[in-house]
């Protein structure tokens, strides 16, 4: 089995060694190679809760242990050093990943945040001493499972999403506030002119427009009869900035919800279901699965960004 028994990449024709620490060991220390200033800490952070969502999915078989101390880490606030340059994504944020989990086992650098909110590096085991969290013990499959991912890439996605999203609402209710303070005519932001050119974008841009501060106090005055392009078109252009963004929107949303690894399992996978209540679980129904004897399940409990542990009682394994 690639990683377990055999070796990784062009090793893969050679027997592993029988020591899965050790072969966890090797992996993690053959790609911590990264190059370039780090990642920001927020997008750090962004990476290892997409990799633990994806990880609990149940495809990539790591071991429950594992998991279980990269999510107390992380609820911990502890935020691993990453450098920014390395990454191929396409097959898996090997490089980023493995600067990741060096650092969750006490063997990298982690930010450390002062009370005026500036972030500093120290190394990973003196934040998780002080802090009293426990580091990562890496095996072979774990180790493998963890940095198999596109966790890297695609929390730098949703942060340049969000920040190009919120660029656009800047451009909208900035157009706002010149066309107000120009005097000028607000008609071509009307919704009965978006309504019948039947682009979404282009109607949210001219309600953002609208609905500036000020903007209500356009067009009191003499003006000629048409305003300059970069004022009158403006919806059309913040609009299809707005389209793009939605569409690119709906792709990021699935990504998360989805087992972004590049060596999926399906042997032993858990299929507990979650109720509406904290900290509980319910079972899928009796013919899709056979009783599960070992290994808790995990969910994310109600806030997306804290991880709680599942009651093993009623778990059922596939």
Do not use: K
Not at 61 to 84: H, S
Not at 274 to 299: E, G, I, M, N, Y
């Amino acid at each position: 089995m690639y990683g377990l028994t055999q070796g990784f990449g062009p090793l893969v024709e050679h027997t592993a060694a029988t020591d899965s620490g050790r072969q966890a060991a090797g992996l993690l220390d053959h790609l911590t190679s990264g190059q370039g200033p780090a990642l920001p800490p927020q997008v750090a952070r962004t990476m290892v809760w997409l990799r633990l969502h994806g990880m609990a999915l149940g495809h990539s078989a790591a071991a429950p242990e594992v998991w279980q101390a990269l999510a107390e880490q992380w609820n911990a606030g502890f935020t691993p050093v990453v450098p920014q340059d390395g990454s191929l994504s396409a097959s898996g944020d090997l490089v980023p990943l493995a600067h990741a989990a060096q650092a969750a086992a006490g063997r990298g650098q982690a930010w450390r945040r002062d009370t005026d909110g500036t972030w500093h590096q120290e190394p990973s085991a003196d934040w998780l001493r002080r802090h009293g969290t426990a580091p990562v013990e890496w095996d072979a499959r774990s180790a493998l499972a963890f940095v198999n991912g596109t966790s890297a890439c695609l929390a730098r996605a949703l942060h340049n999403h969000a920040g190009l999203a919120a660029l656009a609402s800047a451009v909208a209710e900035g157009t706002g506030r010149l066309t107000a303070l120009l005097g000028a005519s607000p008609e071509p932001y009307d919704d009965r002119l978006s309504a019948v050119r039947r682009q979404a974008g282009q109607r949210r841009a001219a309600a953002l427009i609208r609905a500036a501060p000020d903007a209500g106090g356009a067009g009191q005055g003499a003006r000629r009869l048409q305003e300059p392009y970069s004022l009158r078109c403006a919806p059309q252009v913040v609009g299809a900035v707005l389209d793009q963004l939605s569409f690119q929107g709906v792709c990021w949303a699935r990504r998360p919800r989805a087992a972004p690894t590049t060596r999926s399992s399906w042997t032993a996978r858990s299929c507990t279901a979650a109720t509406s209540t904290p900290r509980r679980s319910r079972s899928p129904p009796s013919s899709t699965c056979s009783v599960c004897t070992s290994s808790p399940s995990w969910r994310n409990g109600n806030s997306p960004w804290c991880w709680i542990p599942r009651t093993t009682e009623g778990s059922r394994r596939c």
